[in-house]
Structures are given as structure tokens and as C-alpha cells.
């Protein structure tokens, strides 16, 4: 069995088929899905999504870096709100995108210690967005760092000696997804050198695709299409990388599906 640690697909790319979409995973062993929330406005098709599937999909809470405006503290309050329900297994997705937008760096780096002590006081793991920002966003979990908090790097793209900075914090993983699959990259490379232990899979969907369907809509069916890749530049079996990855989730996430 595989696990999607990363996948959004509750936003509305998927309205029109996300029963065939689920499916598809399903038929291809995907069959748990760890759902970031985005923000406000994303929290009803997050709810709806878990209603239907609510064996397969895991919501979390939080609010991603690229949805942090002036009126962020606003924005959190609705969002601690949904958390304290109690119903979320992580506080995702949250960090800093210096990518996009450079106008709230300020504001992201104040929501994401608030989401940060969030998660220390529910004992929940912490799904982090480094967009341009890697070393940013470990300096600051690093800060805020106790044995409480735990978590994942997801689309991680740095280097071995980083996720093993990263495996040093304890109880932190890299997520890797669909780049690890792009020529020119460099990410394959790098996980050459990223053992196992230290690697979550995920999709993103519906962002960044893996070859072959590359600039195509994303879905949590191409996991298998990413342990693959690892498998290969690892040059060991997929079998095991699905294992091992899907151990690391579940420790990740305290969850036996
Ligand atoms: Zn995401």
C-alpha cells in the first residue's frame, strides 16, 4: 500500500471527477490521502471530501503561506477554530513561499511560528511549505523546536545534508513528489544520497505532475509513478520503497491505515 502524504484533492480541478479519480488510486494501492487545507475559503470541500471518503482521506488544518494577506490574525482565528474541533490529524499547510509574492514575508514568518505552536500544544505533526525559503523555515522550526513537534518538508529539493539537518531535528521527514521524475532537476540526483527512512511520497496534486504526464493536471494515482523513479536512482526494488515510505507515513501521521 502506498500513502499520498501531500495531495489537494479537494480543490476544485477535481469537481468533476474525483469518485474515478479516487478510484484510479485505489486500483494503482494509493490508499490513504493526507489532505492539506489551503484556507478559509478551502474548509467547506476539504469537510466534504472527508465526509465522503472517510476511510481514505486524512484532513489537516492550517494556512498556507500564499493565503497569508494583511488580515492573516483574522484568517487564523477561523482556521484554530476548525482545529480545536479536533478532527484534523496535522497542521498543514504552512511555512514561507518567497517565490510568488514578497510583500507579507513578515506575516508568513509570524503566522507560521503561531500554526508552529499550534501544533506543539495539539502534539500534531507540521506539513511545511518551503518555497524558496529552506532555510528560512528551518531556522524558525528549529527556534521553535521541541519534542513535542514533529513534520515533513514537503516538495523537498535540497540537499542530502540538508534532510539529514532536517532528520536531526527529530521526527521530521522529506516529502518527495513528482520533481524527482523531471530531467534537469536535479532532485533524482540528490535523493540518490537521502536514505530512505528520512523520505515521505506525495503527489501535490493538482500541482506538478511526474513524467509522463508532466503540465498535466496532478492526481494521488501517479504515486507509483514516483516510487518508481526513487527506485530506479536508488537502483533497489519498488516494493521497498513503498514500504518503507508508507512506514515513515504512518509513524509520521500515528496512524495504522
Ligand atoms: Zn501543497
Not at 506543539?120 to 523555515?137: C, N
Not at 511520497?201 to 518508481?228: F, Q
Amino acid at each position: 500500500m502506498f500513502i499520498d502524504t501531500h495531495t489537494h484533492l479537494f480543490l476544485k480541478q477535481f469537481d468533476e471527477d474525483i469518485d474515478a479519480v479516487i478510484q484510479r488510486s485505489l486500483d494503482r494501492g494509493v490508499e490513504a490521502f493526507f489532505l492539506p487545507n489551503i484556507d478559509a475559503s478551502t474548509i467547506d470541500a476539504l469537510k466534504a471530501l472527508v465526509n465522503k471518503y472517510p476511510k481514505q482521506c486524512f484532513p489537516m488544518m492550517g494556512l498556507h503561506p500564499c493565503s497569508v494577506k494583511a488580515d492573516y490574525e483574522e484568517e487564523l482565528k477561523l482556521l484554530k477554530a476548525e482545529l480545536d474541533t479536533g478532527d484534523y490529524c496535522a497542521v498543514g499547510e504552512i511555512g514561507l513561499d518567497f517565490y510568488w509574492d514578497k510583500s507579507f514575508t513578515a506575516q508568513q514568518k509570524q503566522a507560521l511560528a503561531i500554526q508552529i505552536e499550534w501544533a506543539k500544544e495539539k502534539e500534531l505533526p507540521i506539513v511545511l511549505h518551503t518555497r524558496d525559503s529552506f532555510e528560512e523555515t528551518y531556522d524558525l522550526v528549529k527556534s521553535l523546536n521541541d519534542d513535542r513537534l514533529t513534520g515533513v518538508f514537503h516538495c523537498f529539493g535540497e540537499s542530502p545534508e540538508a534532510a539529514q539537518k532536517v532528520h536531526d531535528l527529530g521526527g521530521f521527514y522529506v516529502g518527495i513528489g513528482g520533481v524527482v521524475t523531471f530531467k534537469n532537476a536535479g532532485v533524482a540526483e540528490k535523493v540518490v544520497d537521502i536514505p530512505l527512512e528520512m523520505i515521505v511520497l506525495e503527489t501535490d496534486s493538482p500541482y506538478l505532475a511526474p513524467t509522463p504526464n508532466r503540465g498535466k493536471r496532478n492526481e494521488s494515482s501517479y504515486i507509483p509513478d514516483i516510487a518508481a523513479k526513487i527506485a530506479q536512482v536508488k537502483q533497489i526494488k519498488v516494493e521497498e520503497v513503498m514500504k518503507q515510505t508508507t512506514k515513515n507515513a504512518q509513524k509520521l501521521y500515528k496512524t495504522t491505515v
